[in-house]
């Protein structure tokens, strides 16, 4: 072979090489192309549910705002109870009502109460059992205890205490005939002391020892569950 051919050989060869370099760029570039765009609809999927998610959670929290609220309005005032829309917490809010100070023993005013709200509160909350993590009944108290008492002393002594009324509350509900066969009712429903950690102040940021000292109901949806399931692209 002469020289003029291995030249043209090898230049063919070079060709070839630059040519097969290129296809696979080429190909390289496409799967590229193919994997940010499958990124994009994923993260355009997750977008659209998650909004989707979003409107289902305040939706039914709105709805469960307005049947609780059609059902109670006209009963907070004569409770000297109120409901937050935010949170979804029926408050009781008159201690002088709830227990005797120092004790867990509900008080009779607060019995009659309680078996007039707590069947009704079951019944409007039913239709929801679906998106409904859990009912709360958290206790709440004062940060007062004894006057020679510490901070930390009579934090934790009210935190026995609000778990002591939380527990009497929730033994209360168990008991009621109304409420027996309310298996839902009962899988979901908690009972959480939590001592002083929230109190009521007034405007200027000063505890009021006697709003502070109350009982509330609060609903929790599964809105966080929901967002952590996965998600299929179909």
């Known amino acids: 072979m002469n020289a003029n051919s291995r030249l043209k050989n090898a230049g063919a060869d070079d060709e070839f090489?630059?040519?097969?370099?290129?296809?696979?760029?080429?190909?390289?570039?496409?799967?590229?192309?193919?994997?940010a765009l499958l990124h994009m609809l994923q993260v355009d999927k997750n977008h659209r549910v998650e909004t989707d998610v979003r409107m289902t959670a305040v939706e039914a929290r709105q709805a469960i705002y307005r049947a609780l609220d059609t059902e109670f309005q006209a009963d907070l005032r004569r409770w000297n109870a109120e409901f937050d829309q935010a949170t979804l917490t029926l408050r009781f809010r008159e201690p002088d009502v709830l227990f005797d100070r120092n004790s867990a023993r509900i008080k009779p005013e607060f019995?009659?109460?309680?078996?007039?709200?707590?069947?009704?509160?079951?019944?409007?909350?039913?239709?929801?059992?679906?998106?409904?993590?859990?009912?709360?009944?958290?206790?709440?108290?004062?940060?007062?205890?004894?006057?020679?008492?510490?901070?930390?002393e009579a934090y934790f002594a009210n935190m026995e205490l609000s778990q002591q009324?939380?527990?009497?509350?929730?033994?209360?509900?168990?008991?009621?005939?109304?409420?027996?066969?309310?298996?839902?009712?009962?899988?979901?429903?908690?009972?959480?002391?939590?001592?002083?950690?929230?109190?009521?102040?007034?405007?200027?940021?000063?505890e009021i020892s006697g709003a502070s000292r109350r009982v509330e109901f609060s609903v929790l949806t599964d809105f966080e569950a929901r967002l952590l399931e996965p998600i299929q692209v179909r």
Request: glycine content about 2%; hydrophobic content about 45%.
């Open 165 to 206: 009324r939380t527990q009497a509350v929730l033994r209360f509900a168990y008991n009621l005939p109304d409420l027996q066969s309310e298996q839902w009712f009962r899988q979901r429903i908690a009972a959480v002391g939590l001592s002083s950690s929230r109190p009521i102040r007034d405007a200027a940021g000063r």
């Open 111 to 152: 019995d009659a109460i309680l078996r007039d709200f707590l069947p009704r509160y079951v019944a409007q909350l039913r239709p929801f059992q679906a998106v409904i993590r859990e009912i709360r009944i958290e206790g709440h108290t004062s940060s007062e205890w004894r006057p020679e008492s510490s901070a930390m």
């Open 17 to 35: 090489h630059w040519i097969a370099l290129s296809d696979l760029m080429s190909s390289l570039m496409m799967i590229f192309l193919f994997l």
